[in-house]
Structure formats: C-alpha cells, structure tokens
C-alpha cells in the first residue's frame, strides 16, 4: 500500500466531543447508536481524507465530531478551487451509498426493521447537518468557495464567517422551538460558536498564511491571469489584501490617468516578505524594479 494513505489512517484522531457522546451513550445504554453514528461520521471523514490524499494535500489531522469532522491542512486557501470543491464533496458523498447499501443490508435481512429506521435518520442527520451554511461544515466551506469565485480571499473569508454566524443563530432559534432539549445540538452549537469566534479572531492571521504560502509554497495551482489596478499612492498591504485565489496578479499601477509597466505579484510579495517593505506606497515599487 501506497505511504501516504498509511499516513492518512495515521492522522485520524478523535475529538473530545465525541468523547463526551461516548460517556453520554454509555451512561444511557445507547450503545449499538453510537457505533452506528461512529460508522457513518467515520466513512464521511475518510471520503475527505481519500479525496485530499489523492490530490497531495498536506493533511495535519483529521478529527472525527459527532456530526462529521474536521480536516486541518496545511494548503492556506492555495489550491485550486476545483480540487477544493471535490475533496469537500468528498464527504456528503459518502451517505449516498451508506444509504444504498444500508437499505440493502436491511432487504436482504441482515439489518432489522428497526436498526435501518435507526442508520438512515443518523446517516440523514449527519448529512444535513454537514450541509449547513455554517463553517467549518461542508456547506460553509462551499459557500467560502462560491465567495471566492468573485472575491478576494481576504473578503470570501470574512463574508464566510459574518454569514456563519448569521445562520448558527438561524438554526439556534428554530430548534429552540423544534426540540430545546436535544443534547446533540447543543454540543454541536457550542462546537461551531467557539470554532467561530476562534477563526474571527485569527482571521487577519488567516489572510497572512495564505499570502506566505503564495510566496513560499506551490506555484502549480494557478488557472489563469486576474490584473489588478491600483493606484501609486495605495499602501502595499491594502493591495495585498485584493489578491484572489486560483489566479495570478499582475499590478497595473495608475499614475493619475496613465498606466505605468505592470508588476508581477512576486515582486509585491517579495517586497513585504523578503524585504519587509510593509507600509510603502505601491508606486514607490515602480522605482525599485
């Protein structure tokens, strides 16, 4: 077997919420759900895992929630948003077969009637659950990629979170009239709030990772070439903050009216990083290349 799929089994941890739904299960008797719902939210994550392995993702760790999971990688918002897309969808996926092969299961009588009823509403649940706009759930990373198909990076991820905190108060407030006493939504409520609010605070920091990775990392990911005009008196950090993903910038600076020679995005990049030229002027960068 290939060693970098050794390593992915090797990654995969379990988080302390689910640690916590153990002590629950096992305190309540409901044993045979757990592993039903450990299964389920198992095979989800490995469909993540499989899809970044096979695109060489650097995978730190895969966590395993009682809801799904969350995979941490070391990429920065630096590949291309097709390949993010597919590893995303990688773990939704998973429950069109679970269910299939579920009802199977159960049609040909290795599964009761009620150990199907109780695999399908998990594997609908988790699901669901997955999809929602919130990140860092499926759907909140889909909707980070949408931003990004039009924003810049530093935009997309902070639409992404304003608008995750916006429907995690949605969805609070109809399961406050839905079912309030429903432990499972209350762990996974106070999971996304503190992943939130730890992801807003370091959300400046987010934007320079991916900037550093643009600078240091990979340079294959790139689809085509985005120009942006600024003009000579605009700060370098304020340009920085413009760039996209999935593209390559070249800097077209205004002198007034007049356009000047373009600058490849290398140059702004090794200027900050390299040189640490933070606070100039973009059109002092026209002097010194």
């Known amino acids: ?22 002590g ?9 759900e757990l ?37 941490e990688t070391d990429e920065h918002g630096n590949r291309p948003l097709k390949e993010e897309l597919i590893v995303t969808l990688a773990g939704p996926l998973q429950h069109i077969w679970l269910g299939a092969g579920g009802y199977l299961l159960f049609q040909l009588g290795f599964l009761s009637g009620d150990m199907w009823e109780l695999f399908s509403i998990f594997n609908l649940m988790i699901f669901l659950v997955n999809l929602l706009p919130i990140w860092p759930l499926d759907g909140g990373k889909l909707m980070g990629l949408l931003f990004s198909r039009f924003l810049a990076f530093s935009d997309a ?23 309030p006493m429903h432990i499972n939504i209350w762990i996974i409520t106070v999971f996304l709030l503190f992943t939130l609010k730890k992801e807003w605070s370091q959300r400046h920091f987010v934007v320079m ?51 000047q020679p373009p600058l490849d995005e ?3 990049l090794h200027a900050y990083f390299k040189e640490k030229l933070t606070s100039i002027d973009i059109g002092d960068m026209l002097y010194s290349y």
Not at 24 to 32: C, D, E, R, S
Not at 40 to 66: C, D, M, S
Not at 157 to 179: C, M
Not at 238 to 253: G, M, W, Y
């Open 35 to 71: 592993l039903i719902l450990f299964f389920i939210v198992f095979v989800h994550e490995l469909g993540h895992g499989l899809a970044a392995t096979y695109y060489n993702w650097r995978i730190k760790q895969v966590l395993l929630l009682p809801f799904g999971g969350v995979a």
């Open 266 to 268: 290398n140059e702004l």
């Open 1 to 22: 077997m290939n060693n970098k799929w050794i390593m992915l089994y090797q990654k995969i941890h379990i988080h302390p919420f689910m640690w916590l739904l153990v």
């Open 209 to 259: 990772r991916f900037l550093m990775e643009r600078y240091y990392g990979k340079s294959n990911s790139i689809s085509h070439i985005t120009p942006i005009i600024v003009d000579e008196k605009e700060k370098i950090h304020h340009v920085l903050q413009k760039f996209k993903r999935d593209c390559k910038h070249n800097i077209i600076v205004m002198k007034g009216s007049n356009k």
């Open 157 to 179: 991820h902070e639409r992404t979170l304003k608008a995750s905190f916006l429907f995690l108060i949605l969805f609070v407030t109809i399961y406050l009239f839905i079912d």
């Open 24 to 32: 629950l299960a096992l305190m309540t008797g409901n044993f045979w």
